[in-house]
Nanobody
Framework: VQLVESGGGLVQAGGSLRLSCAAS????????MGWYRQAPGKQRELVAG????????NVADSVKGRFTISRDNAKNTMYLQMSSLKPEDTAVYYC???????????????WGQGALVTVAS
């Protein structure tokens, strides 16, 4: 399974961006997807997660009310809509996918290449 992220960039404080993460590969079933971020000098942290089918989501307190996670199961794509961005949201954002390879029944976990989001004050 491969992940391709898109949508990062430079934005002014108070602005919005949308990140996308598209999964592709051999037959697989996704169980959960999530967005993480890592700011310079800090550990990677979970920003938001979403379960299979999108029935359940969770968002970090630091972004609650500003960020929304969603997924399009038909396209195997996950999104992170970011609004009211703050300079402290500046980080590299990574998508994460966990699932099962149907041919082998093996669990897998993959990461996207990362998308830099820079919020200027």
């Amino acid at each position: 399974v491969q992940l391709v992220e898109s949508g990062g960039g430079l934005v002014q404080a108070g602005g919005s961006l949308r990140l996308s993460c598209a999964a592709s590969g051999s037959r697989f079933s996704i169980t959960s997807m999530g967005w993480y971020r890592q700011a310079p000098g800090k550990q990677r942290e979970l920003v938001a997660g979403i379960t299979s089918g999108g029935a359940s989501t969770n968002v970090a307190d630091s972004v609650k009310g500003r960020f929304t996670i969603s997924r399009d199961n038909a396209k195997n794509t996950m999104y992170l809509q970011m609004s009211s961005l703050k300079p402290e949201d500046t980080a590299v954002y990574y998508c994460n996918v966990r699932g099962v390879a149907l041919a082998t029944s093996r669990l897998f976990e993959v990461w996207g290449q990362g998308a830099l989001v820079t919020v200027a004050s």
